[in-house]
Each structure stands twice: as C-alpha cells, then as structure tokens.
C-alpha cells in the first residue's frame, strides 16, 4: 500500500515537472485546481521546451506502461495536435538503449555459448530500442542468413509488475466512487492489461505468434511476416529473419518511389479484416515502429510486420456480434445496433430497443453528414459507445484490445492516404464472412467436424441422466431431514420457551409471596 502510494506521488511529481499544468489551461479546471497549480513549486521549474518534447519525456521517466501510451497517441495526428504527435514517434523504437554488455552477457546465459559460436558479424550497436526490449543485427554461422536479435530490457519485469500494482488499486479506488468505473469494468481491464503486457515479456510466446501469424498468410500479397528461429529463442531474447523495408511513417521516402498509396491504405484495412474475422488471431500492436512497406514494385506494394509479442483473439459470439454491428452501422441501421447491444448483453436487459435506437440516431447522424474522409470509423464506434453509457454500457476487456487495434490500423491508412473510405471495403468483406458464415454446406462441414464428440456426449447421457437422478434424489432426502430437524427445532425452542415462561411466573409468584410477607 504505502509502495504504491509513494509511486503514485513521483508519477504525479514527474507530470507536473514537465508543466502538465500548461498545457491543461485550455480546459475548464475548478477554481481549487487552478489556485493549487499557481502556488504549485513546480512553477519553478522551466515551461519553455515545447509541450511534445515535455511530455514525451514525463512518459519515459514514469516507465514502460506509460510510454506504450505515448506510442497509442502517437499513431492518431488526427486526435491530438500534430507536433506531440510527431515528437512522440520516437517512443515507438528510439529511446535510450541499455548497455550492450548487458545484452550479450543476456544472450550467451539463454543460449549456453558465446555469441560468437552462433552468429557472425554481431554488431554492438542496436538497431532499435524500445519500452520492453531492444533489437541488435548479426548473421547465423549456420547459412550466413540475417537476422535480428530482440533482448528483453534487464529488470523491466519488476517495474511493470509495480505499476500494474498502482493501477489495480486505482482501478478499485475509482470503481468504488464512480458508476462509470464501474460499468467500464475498470479493474478487469486493467487486470487484462496485466496478463497481455506480461505476455509480451516472454518471447518464446512472441516467437509462436509469429509462426501462428506466418501460416494464416501464407501465399498472401497483403503481408509479410519474417520467419522466427524457435530454437534459438527462449523467454528473453527472439531471433528472427532481418527483415527489409521503409517504415509507413516515412511518406515523403515512399512518394519519391511513386507508391500506390490508395492500394496500400486499402491493402491495411483488408489484413485488419482478415486478421479479426477470419483468422481470429489479430496483430495488436500496429504501431508505425512495427509496420514497413516493401516497395520494391510501387504499383503492388505490400506491408511487412514485426514486434508480435500483442495478440487478440475473441469469442466466436464477440466476432459474429462486432461483425454484425459494424455492418449495420455502415448501413445506418440504428435498430439492429441497438438489438446487437441488447442481445450481446452489453446494455442493462430492462433497456428499450426504440430509446436506446433513438439515442444512437441522435449520435451519429450529424457524423453521417460528413465527407467520408472525415470519419474515422474507430471513433465512430467509440461515439456509439459512449452515447450507450446512461444504458450502463459494459462491454469485455478484449474488445477494448480490439478497438485500440481498430484505431491504430484507421490512423495509419488516414496517414498514408486521407481519403480513405474504411466503410466502402469493411461492407461487402463483412456481408460476404456473415453469408459464408451461415452457409448450409459450411454448417454441414462443422456439424460432421463435431460429430464425434457428439456422439461421445450422447454416449454418456444415460449416465449423466442417472447421476442427475441420484443427486435430485439426495437433495429431495436432504430437504426431507433439513424439515425434520427444523420442526424438531422449533418444537425444542417451543419447550425450551415453556420452560423459561414457567421459571419467570415462578419467580414472579415466589416475589409476590415475599412482598406479602
């Protein structure tokens, strides 16, 4: 407890020295605020360094949770000003690097041998560093194929457990005061948090998401995943292919190279689609750090991805549900998102189709009037979300995973081609996956897919039938005797009350005699 609260304290003490406050005077703040922040010590400290620059460093120095947030606000220049946008950029995979020696020492302890006996031209410096680990270039002695080696950052472990501990007892603090905490499932989220950060920690699992993610695109012309080295790898450091290409971010680079950029926007929201409804296996962290573009033909340029340490996955009823919403709102088909909530069991069961449709409506109408390109489609359903809240909206922490995927994926198409129409290539993929997903010759394959344990299911009904039976007959013969001895209970009190009733009368009579006397 008194860990945390001290935590808590030098985060709030890193944010106001880098002049938080400043940048906040735009907002409406109460009076108390306001005078707290003019007496504040912190006032000594300099706001001249521009507001970017101050808070990309507030986020370095409280910790790794924190720059992961920098690295989500930096991906939408279209949500937050442009020159915080662009000076967080380099929190995706230019913060300050730990020693090398550390690294290597890292290295040859995982792997039982000196770096020399596996890799050839091991270079010292590293080719990128960020919040969870750092990545270094060399070639296997083995075929002189390159690759590239991610070590885990030494003791990050601790720091994020530290913090994830700050936050629960946040998260419980704020539940505990506020209806929305509460309906937001604040702690489930953050303990989803944990258990996907945590994941990212160990790269054995990274190196099998790799594979996982390999496979689904095979023989593929949206995405190129680099292959993983399994038995190289272990929990702290992965050895994958090297890979080659321009990062998406660079778009000067890639209009010099005359690169299809409409194909490339489009050619992103089709992986993202095909990521979540088909393979339900998503990239989700799709950070500009993480994505390149192989442009060596500009008229058929295709993405290249690393860093799969996030995955999401979801239920098949989340993905038939997020499914159907997504298309009914392409269709402005407010009644059937108000019934996918209802059905979902996202909104309270007492809550009205026609007044939940009717907020909804009221939302997104006056969005619907805009230029295509001037909707983001992540917010949209952000927008719907939120207008849902007085419903006590309450949706699963994966989901959450999913719209940050959503988000990510939308800014970096808005990025490289601002006219992009998300709606015109999400409606017919998203029609075409519900039809096949209902069609006879597809429910014939998955009912003879099961058939088995159908069988084996059938198989045991006699006896499950049976046990049942023994059990309702258990429980009828314990409520027969819970009866019995509840009657013999009372009849015992009943006694027991006569007896008491008899010695105060007799008392009473011995009192009066004696008051006679």
């Given at each position: 407890?008194?860990?945390?609260l001290?935590?808590?304290?030098?985060?709030?003490?890193?944010?106001?020295?880098?002049?938080?406050?400043?940048?906040?005077?735009?907002?409406?703040?109460?009076?108390?605020?306001k005078?707290?922040?003019?007496?504040?010590?912190?006032?000594?400290?300099?706001?001249?360094?521009?507001?970017?620059?101050?808070?990309?460093?507030?986020?370095?120095?409280?910790?790794?949770?924190?720059?992961?947030?920098?690295?989500?606000?930096?991906?939408?220049?279209?949500?937050?000003?442009?020159?915080?946008?662009?000076?967080?950029?380099?929190?995706?995979?230019?913060?300050p690097?730990?020693?090398?020696?550390?690294?290597?020492?890292?290295?040859?302890?995982?792997?039982?041998?000196?770096?020399?006996?596996?890799?050839?031209?091991?270079?010292?410096?590293?080719?990128?560093?960020?919040?969870?680990?750092?990545v270094?270039?060399?070639?296997?002695?083995?075929?002189?194929?390159?690759?590239?080696?991610?070590?885990?950052?030494?003791?990050?472990?601790?720091?994020?457990?530290?913090?994830?501990?700050?936050?629960?007892?946040?998260?419980?603090?704020?539940?505990?005061?506020?209806?929305?905490?509460?309906?937001?499932?604040?702690?489930k989220?953050?303990?989803?948090?944990?258990?996907?950060?945590?994941?990212?920690l160990?790269?054995?699992?990274?190196?099998?998401?790799?594979?996982?993610?390999?496979?689904?695109?095979?023989?593929?012309?949206?995405?190129?995943?680099?292959?993983?080295?399994?038995?190289?790898?272990?929990?702290?450091?992965?050895?994958?292919?090297?890979?080659?290409?321009?990062?998406?971010?660079?778009?000067?680079?890639l209009?010099e190279?005359?690169?299809?950029?409409?194909?490339?926007?489009?050619?992103?929201?089709?992986?993202?689609?095909?990521?979540?409804?088909?393979?339900?296996?998503?990239?989700?962290?799709?950070?500009?750090?993480?994505?390149?573009?192989?442009?060596?033909?500009?008229?058929?340029?295709?993405?290249v991805a690393?860093d799969?340490?996030?995955?999401?996955?979801?239920?098949?009823?989340?993905?038939?549900?997020?499914?159907?919403?997504?298309?009914?709102?392409?269709?402005?088909?407010?009644?059937?998102?108000?019934?996918?909530?209802?059905?979902?069991?996202?909104?309270?069961?007492?809550?009205?189709?026609?007044?939940?449709?009717?907020?909804?409506?009221?939302?997104?109408?006056?969005?619907?009037?805009?230029?295509?390109?001037?909707?983001?489609?992540?917010?949209?359903?952000?927008?719907?979300?939120?207008?849902?809240?007085?419903?006590?909206?309450?949706?699963?922490?994966?989901?959450?995973?999913?719209?940050?995927?959503?988000?990510?994926?939308?800014?970096?198409?808005?990025?490289?081609?601002?006219?992009?129409?998300?709606?015109?290539?999400?409606?017919?993929?998203?029609?075409?996956?519900?039809?096949?997903?209902?069609?006879?010759?597809?429910?014939?394959?998955?009912?003879?897919?099961?058939?088995?344990?159908?069988i084996?299911?059938?198989?045991?009904?006699?006896?499950?039938a049976?046990?049942?039976?023994?059990?309702?007959?258990?429980?009828?013969?314990?409520?027969?005797?819970?009866?019995?001895?509840?009657?013999?209970?009372?009849?015992?009190?009943?006694?027991?009350?006569?007896?008491?009733?008899?010695?105060?009368?007799?008392?009473?009579?011995?009192?009066?005699?004696?008051?006679?006397?």
């Amino acid at each position: 407890m008194l860990k945390d609260l001290f935590r808590f304290v030098k985060i709030l003490h890193i944010f106001l020295k880098a002049r938080i406050d400043v940048d906040l005077e735009a907002f409406n703040k109460p009076k108390l605020l306001k005078l707290l922040f003019l007496i504040s010590p912190w006032q000594l400290y300099s706001s001249k360094e521009d507001r970017g620059h101050r808070l990309k460093k507030a986020l370095e120095e409280s910790g790794p949770i924190f720059i992961k947030f920098g690295q989500l606000l930096s991906t939408r220049p279209d949500a937050i000003p442009s020159d915080i946008a662009k000076t967080l950029k380099s929190l995706q995979d230019d913060l300050p690097p730990f020693p090398t020696d550390q690294a290597t020492s890292l290295i040859e302890k995982e792997m039982g041998s000196l770096i020399g006996d596996t890799f050839s031209n091991f270079d010292n410096q590293p080719i990128a560093a960020a919040s969870i680990a750092q990545v270094y270039s060399a070639n296997l002695i083995d075929g002189d194929d390159p690759v590239a080696i991610k070590v885990v950052r030494p003791g990050i472990k601790k720091v994020i457990e530290r913090d994830i501990s700050l936050m629960k007892r946040l998260a419980e603090y704020v539940e505990k005061r506020s209806n929305d905490a509460k309906r937001l499932q604040l702690l489930k989220l953050v303990t989803e948090y944990e258990s996907v950060i945590l994941t990212e920690l160990n790269m054995k699992v990274e190196a099998s998401n790799i594979k996982q993610t390999k496979r689904n695109f095979e023989n593929n012309n949206l995405l190129y995943v680099p292959e993983a080295y399994i038995d190289l790898s272990s929990e702290n450091i992965l050895v994958m292919e090297r890979i080659e290409g321009i990062p998406v971010d660079k778009v000067e680079v890639l209009k010099e190279l005359g690169v299809d950029f409409k194909l490339l926007a489009e050619r992103g929201v089709e992986i993202f689609l095909k990521q979540v409804f088909i393979d339900n296996f998503f990239h989700a962290d799709m950070h500009p750090g993480n994505i390149f573009i192989n442009a060596k033909n500009p008229e058929s340029p295709y993405y290249v991805a690393v860093d799969y340490a996030i995955v999401g996955t979801l239920s098949e009823e989340e993905q038939f549900q997020i499914g159907r919403m997504l298309v009914a709102v392409i269709a402005r088909n407010f009644k059937e998102v108000a019934n996918i909530l209802i059905e979902a069991k996202w909104v309270d069961a007492s809550t009205r189709q026609n007044e939940l449709e009717n907020t909804i409506r009221a939302a997104c109408e006056p969005i619907f009037d805009q230029p295509l390109e001037k909707i983001n489609f992540g917010e949209m359903l952000l927008f719907i979300f939120d207008s849902a809240r007085r419903f006590n909206l309450s949706m699963q922490p994966s989901l959450m995973l999913l719209q940050k995927t959503l988000i990510n994926i939308e800014g970096l198409g808005k990025q490289l081609y601002p006219s992009l129409d998300f709606w015109s290539i999400a409606n017919p993929f998203l029609k075409n996956w519900i039809s096949e997903r209902y069609d006879p010759k597809k429910i014939t394959e998955w009912a003879k897919q099961n058939s088995l344990s159908w069988i084996e299911k059938a198989r045991k009904l006699p006896e499950i039938a049976e046990t049942a039976v023994e059990q309702i007959g258990k429980i009828e013969s314990y409520q027969k005797e819970s009866e019995e001895r509840h009657q013999e209970l009372l009849n015992k009190l009943s006694n027991e009350k006569r007896f008491f009733n008899f010695i105060i009368l007799g008392i009473a009579i011995a009192a009066v005699g004696f008051l006679i006397s």
